[in-house]
């Protein structure tokens, strides 16, 4: 079935440093969207990838999509402590199907 | 950022109760999702709503659920006989046109007791 797996599943940093999670999924997509997540809270939407995309960039986020490698990799430069949440990664199928399928996410801990 | 709206943020039920999550979706938007997180685990997609009908549904989504969009305005979630693995946040979620952004709502939180 069609699935977003990120990895590392944790990933602690230090204030400044990059931080890149990736994101694997298994039949081809329309779309690739990345998440955050503070803990008990909401879902925030940060970037949208289409199928025919290789990277977009929003801010401090750069994300890229491999659709050969059925891969997406999410980059947060120079981090923040408020960037502290997890993050997921969600994909949307090809036929007609708007729903997206989650992965697990990436607990990312930014150290001040 | 347009914001979905959700209530309540949290409610408590007995086992067997029947619960109404209320949505606020963003104006001019026309898919309307509901997804739920059970604590510790995955975002799981449960039911889409356009043009007033379902249009997709998980294995989750049986008969104990229903939606509707009774003014035309709120979208809601119905849980009819809650039972304890219905604990969840649930997520109300939209999106303006097949293809776009889909936000999402800062959840409830169900605990059936």
């Known amino acids: 079935s069609q699935q977003g797996e990120e990895d590392p599943q944790a990933l602690s940093i230090q204030e400044g440093e990059n931080a890149t999670m990736n994101c694997s999924y298994k039949t081809s997509i329309n779309n690739l969207q990345w998440y955050r997540q503070n803990s008990g809270r909401g879902l925030v939407h940060l970037i949208l990838i289409r199928s025919n995309e290789r990277e977009k960039h929003s801010g401090r986020l750069r994300v890229t999509l491999d659709t050969s490698k059925k891969s997406s990799s999410l980059l947060i430069t120079a981090s923040r402590a408020a960037d502290t949440a997890s993050y997921f990664c969600?994909?949307?199928?090809?036929?007609?199907?708007?729903?997206?399928?989650f992965g697990k996410g990436t607990k990312l801990t930014v150290n001040p | 950022e347009p914001e979905v709206t959700q209530t309540p943020s949290h409610q408590v039920t007995q086992m067997g109760q029947e619960v109404i999550l209320r949505c606020v979706p963003i104006?001019?938007?026309?898919?309307f999702y509901w997804y739920r997180q059970i604590l510790g685990q995955k975002v799981e997609f449960l039911v889409s709503?356009?043009?007033?009908?379902?249009?997709?549904k998980s294995e989750i989504f049986d008969d104990q659920f229903s939606v509707e969009r009774p003014d035309g305005s709120n979208f809601t979630l119905k849980i009819r006989s809650t039972k304890l693995e219905d604990s969840a946040m649930y997520f109300c979620a939209t999106q303006m046109g097949s293809g776009n952004t889909i936000y999402f709502g800062e959840g409830s939180w169900l605990t059936v007791v």
């Open positions: 709503f356009y043009n007033n009908e379902i249009s997709e």
């Open positions: 104006s001019n938007h026309l898919y």
């Open positions: 969600a994909t949307d199928g090809l036929g007609g199907s708007e729903k997206l399928v």
